[in-house]
């Protein structure tokens, strides 16, 4: 499994949110239980400012390499190591020789 290893800049936030199944009632009322095992999706949203272009060339790299699909170990400021895809990134030039990236991850379970 590949480990993500780039730390990055204080602006990191998460996303939570719980996947519920409801039934409803017509009399209003509403039963509302867990979807699954691991019900609590996370999203977080990762910037790497103002880093030399060949870290962002590395990160960069890193993302392509797993197409989207491979999941990689990853560990949060703000807990153990999980499991996480990342789908979606950007690259901005700041200056000559920096840019500042953006990447959403998102959590995944496996058996």
């Not at 009632?25 to 996370?42: M, N, S």
């Not at 977080?44 to 699909?69: E, K, P, Y």
Request: glycine fraction near 6%; hydrophobic fraction near 35%.
């Amino acid at each position: 499994m590949a480990v993500f290893d780039w730390a990055e800049s204080r602006s990191t936030s998460v996303e939570e949110s719980p996947r519920v199944q409801e039934t409803r009632f017509g009399d209003g009322y509403v039963q509302a239980t867990p979807d699954g095992l691991h019900p609590q999706e996370q999203t977080w949203d990762l910037v790497f400012d103002q880093v030399d272009d060949s870290i962002g060339d590395d990160i960069v790299s890193f993302f392509r390499a797993r197409q989207g699909v491979e999941l990689f170990d990853w560990t949060p400021i703000w807990g153990p190591a999980i499991r996480v895809v990342c789908k979606r990134w950007r690259r901005t030039r700041v200056d000559l020789g920096i840019s500042t990236i953006t990447a959403t991850f998102e959590r995944r379970y496996e058996p």
